[in-house]
């Protein structure tokens, strides 16, 4: 029998399944989180989930490429403007 405690959610279903990986006497059975009863499968899928540093770099990550994109369209059609008076003003012609 082994008890495990963690702050995160997906901390403690990791830490038993890399642990039955080395140790291969430990068999999963079940277990209890927030006051219900789960079984060797949620244990799984719980071990599989990213950890929660992972998904806010991920929704970081997200976002800021989001802003440099709106950034991007935002300021194109000025650097087109610049590309057209540049070329204008170095062959010579009037803007």
């Known amino acids: 029998m082994g008890i495990v405690f963690s702050e995160e959610l ?3 279903p990791k ?3 890399d642990f039955t990986k080395d140790n291969e006497n430990l068999l999963v059975v079940g277990g209890f989180m927030d006051g219900e ?3 060797k499968d949620t244990i799984s899928k719980l071990a599989s989930l990213p950890s929660l540093d992972t998904l806010r770099a991920k ?3 997200c976002l800021t490429s989001s802003a440099s ?3 991007g369209i935002v300021n194109k059609p000025g650097q087109q403007v610049a590309q057209v008076l540049s070329a204008k003003s170095q062959s010579g012609e009037a803007a």
Request: no cysteine; net charge neutral.
């Open 10 to 12: 997906t901390s403690q």
């Open 15 to 17: 830490i038993i399944s």
């Open 37 to 39: 009863i789960i079984d």
């Open 59 to 61: 929704i970081i990550g």
């Open 69 to 71: 994109k709106i950034a």
